[in-house]
């Protein structure tokens, strides 16, 4: 009788590994015997050797056939006739493998209570590998990624400084005036570009005498600085303005060590730009019809309100952003200890998937998230390894603390983010739910409510932003989402832009 045939008589199909190690087992009428043996090949590894007895074997074994008997189906026999060594003979490799899935889903069951190894992934365990023996005990080895045990430092009674800032007319005014612009009318120019401009061009990436890549033709902002996911071209005003359609500007930038040829990691190419148009956007008058219609502003003091909303929550996220990282460096001093390649390359995403969340919630333009996720993308592996090291410090004092995440604090949050995009709150918790998104946010709200705590206990001197390094994304910066050693892949960074799904209002 094939495997097929096998479950269709007995209704039942092989559990996958994923359900078993997902699936609560039942209540254990007797707990297994197991002998356990932890290696730790580093402070975040756990490789595991578990054996479980011959005599918890049989004892399934036992149960399993008790459990067919009444309704095995043998040729000759009628439905829970046969005898129990003909069936024994019969279904012998199914139900080795039945009671193979219920023994190792109970023992992960019965390890995860009796041993404290705080996992942060699953257990990376294949099924098909673990062999079923036909006496003696059952085997089977699984590594798991865990929380590393250190000593908490002390959090409380730290010196902080937080950066303040007065909002000016001229914040506001600028951005307005960026706020506006997808309202504008395009003109395109014949004279050269300058600093506003919206510029058409194609990047060409060279190395040697060797075309790396060359793009599409790309729509951007000439600002100062042009980021990229793996470079940065920090004179880039410099380079493109004063540029006019047909001509050519290069310069020289070094390429991220993150970039995806890990061979040109580190060395200088060149960059041509190669301009096709430049376009000036004329701002529209602020009437009270164009009031109305955008987001029904009863005047032009009411959208600067907006605005100047807006700018405070963007400050409070700098601000906040600065305390966060002293908070950090104080606490991670002391954190010494490794963290695999392995678990950083695949914390990365979600690490760039959290920040996009807290910038949407801040107030920021998809242009300035698109910037941050391009920095943070060129440092990702460094970047992950200190946020990493701070999540484990910060949970440690949320369990000590008895700090925990309310569903109310999910709709907060929610909220924010769709106030920023105009969109309506449900739309976003899909969204999230969809790209599994839900968790890191969780993360953040969790990780936020530690460093207030800390803060509570914290001496707090207020600072003018000027004299610290100003943290966040910056509106001097214009992103793209591209390569210069290959061409967009969209899946690389976390999508931040998420204004095409808004309509063509301000948020209100």
Same mark, same amino acid.
Request: aromatic residues 4%; charged residues 35%; negative net charge.
């Given at each position: 009788?094939?495997?097929?045939?096998?479950?269709?008589?007995?209704?039942?199909?092989?559990?996958?590994?994923?359900?078993?190690?997902?699936?609560?087992?039942?209540?254990?009428?007797?707990?297994?015997?197991? %002998? @356990?043996?932890?290696?730790? /090949?580093?402070?975040?590894? !756990?490789? +595991?050797? =578990?054996?479980?007895?011959? &005599?918890? *074997?049989?004892?399934?074994?036992?149960?399993?056939?008790?459990?067919?008997?009444?309704?095995? %189906? @043998?040729?000759?026999?009628? /439905?829970?006739?046969?005898? !129990?060594? +003909?069936? =024994?003979?019969?279904?012998? &490799?199914? *139900?080795?493998?039945?009671?193979?899935?219920?023994?190792?889903?109970?023992?992960?069951?019965?390890?995860?209570?009796?041993?404290?190894?705080?996992?942060?992934?699953?257990?990376?365990?294949?099924?098909?590998?673990?062999?079923?023996?036909?006496?003696?005990?059952?085997?089977?080895?699984?590594?798991?990624?865990?929380?590393?045990?250190?000593?908490?430092?002390?959090?409380?009674?730290?010196?902080?400084?937080?950066?303040?800032?007065?909002?000016?007319?001229?914040?506001?005014?600028?951005?307005?005036?960026?706020?506006?612009?997808k309202f504008g009318?395009?003109?395109?120019?014949?004279?050269?570009?300058?600093?506003?401009?919206?510029?058409?061009?194609?990047?060409?990436?060279?190395?040697?005498?060797?075309?790396?890549?060359?793009?599409?033709?790309?729509?951007?902002?000439?600002?100062?600085?042009?980021?990229?996911?793996?470079?940065?071209?920090?004179?880039?005003?410099?380079?493109?303005?004063?540029?006019?359609?047909?001509?050519?500007?290069?310069?020289?930038?070094?390429?991220?060590?993150?970039?995806?040829?890990?061979?040109?990691?580190?060395?200088?190419?060149?960059?041509?730009?190669?301009?096709?148009?430049?376009?000036?956007?004329?701002?529209?008058?602020?009437?009270?019809?164009?009031?109305?219609?955008?987001?029904?502003?009863?005047?032009?003091?009411?959208?600067?309100?907006?605005?100047?909303?807006?700018?405070?929550?963007?400050?409070?996220?700098?601000?906040?952003?600065?305390?966060?990282d002293q908070i950090?460096?104080?606490?991670?001093?002391?954190?010494?200890?490794?963290?695999?390649?392995?678990?950083?390359?695949?914390?990365?995403?979600?690490?760039?998937?959290?920040?996009?969340?807290?910038?949407?919630?801040?107030?920021?333009?998809?242009?300035?998230?698109?910037?941050?996720?391009?920095?943070?993308?060129?440092?990702?592996?460094?970047?992950?390894?200190?946020?990493?090291?701070?999540?484990?410090?910060?949970?440690?004092?949320?369990?000590?603390?008895?700090?925990?995440?309310?569903?109310?604090?999910?709709?907060?949050?929610?909220?924010?983010?769709?106030?920023?995009?105009?969109?309506?709150?449900?739309?976003?918790?899909?969204?999230?739910?969809?790209?599994?998104?839900?968790?890191?946010?969780?993360?953040?709200?969790?990780?936020?409510?530690?460093?207030?705590?800390?803060?509570?206990?914290?001496?707090?001197?207020?600072?003018?932003?000027?004299?610290?390094?100003?943290?966040?994304?910056?509106?001097?910066?214009?992103?793209?989402?591209?390569?210069?050693?290959?061409?967009?892949d969209a899946s690389?960074?976390?999508?931040?832009?998420?204004?095409?799904?808004?309509?063509?209002?301000?948020?209100?």
């Open positions: 009788m094939t495997e097929t045939e096998n479950n269709e008589v007995l209704g039942t199909e092989d559990p996958t590994s994923e359900e078993i190690l997902d699936e609560s087992s039942e209540a254990l009428k007797e707990p297994l015997t197991l %002998e @356990v043996k932890v290696d730790s /090949p580093s402070s975040c590894q !756990r490789h +595991l050797t =578990v054996t479980v007895s011959r &005599e918890d *074997v049989d004892r399934y074994l036992d149960e399993q056939y008790d459990e067919l008997l009444p309704k095995a %189906e @043998v040729p000759g026999f009628r /439905p829970g006739k046969a005898p !129990r060594q +003909l069936v =024994v003979s019969r279904f012998k &490799e199914h *139900v080795s493998e039945q009671v193979k899935a219920k023994l190792l889903m109970d023992s992960m069951t019965q390890l995860s209570d009796e041993h404290q190894f705080s996992p942060i992934s699953e257990p990376d365990i294949d099924l098909n590998a673990v062999v079923f023996p036909d006496d003696g005990p059952l085997t089977f080895e699984f590594d798991l990624e865990v929380r590393p045990e250190f000593e908490l430092p002390e959090w409380r009674g730290l010196t902080l400084e937080k950066p303040v800032h007065e909002i000016t007319d001229e914040d506001i005014d600028r951005q307005l005036s960026s706020l506006l612009h009318k395009v003109v395109e120019q014949d004279g050269p570009a300058e600093m506003g401009d919206m510029v058409t061009l194609e990047l060409e990436t060279v190395l040697g005498e060797r075309v790396v890549s060359r793009s599409d033709p790309i729509r951007v902002s000439l600002k100062p600085v042009l980021s990229l996911r793996d470079a940065k071209i920090d004179d880039f005003s410099g380079v493109v303005g004063g540029a006019a359609a047909g001509e050519r500007r290069e310069t020289e930038v070094t390429l991220s060590s993150t970039t995806s040829d890990s061979s040109l990691a580190g060395q200088t190419v060149r960059v041509i730009f190669h301009v096709q148009k430049i376009e000036r956007v004329e701002l529209p008058k602020l009437t009270a019809s164009f009031l109305e219609e955008v987001g029904g502003f009863k005047s032009e003091a009411e959208l600067r309100d907006l605005v100047a909303n807006s700018i405070a929550r963007q400050q409070d996220y700098r601000s906040n952003q600065s305390v966060r950090t460096r104080s606490l991670t001093d002391t954190a010494t200890w490794d963290l695999p390649p392995s678990l950083l390359e695949r914390q990365s995403r979600r690490e760039l998937r959290r920040t996009v969340l807290e910038l949407q919630s801040s107030g920021y333009s998809n242009e300035m998230i698109q910037a941050h996720a391009n920095q943070l993308q060129q440092n990702i592996l460094e970047h992950t390894a200190r946020a990493l090291k701070e999540h484990f410090i910060l949970e440690r004092i949320a369990e000590e603390e008895k700090i925990d995440v309310e569903e109310q604090d999910y709709d907060v949050e929610i909220q924010r983010i769709a106030e920023q995009e105009g969109i309506p709150p449900r739309r976003v918790r899909a969204r999230l739910e969809k790209r599994g998104d839900l968790d890191a946010l969780r993360n953040q709200i969790l990780e936020r409510k530690v460093i207030d705590k800390i803060v509570s206990h914290a001496t707090v001197i207020d600072t003018p932003e000027e004299v610290m390094r100003r943290g966040g994304p910056s509106d001097d910066v214009t992103a793209i989402d591209y390569s210069l050693v290959r061409r967009r690389a960074i976390p999508e931040a832009k998420h204004g095409e799904e808004a309509s063509k209002k301000l948020p209100s």
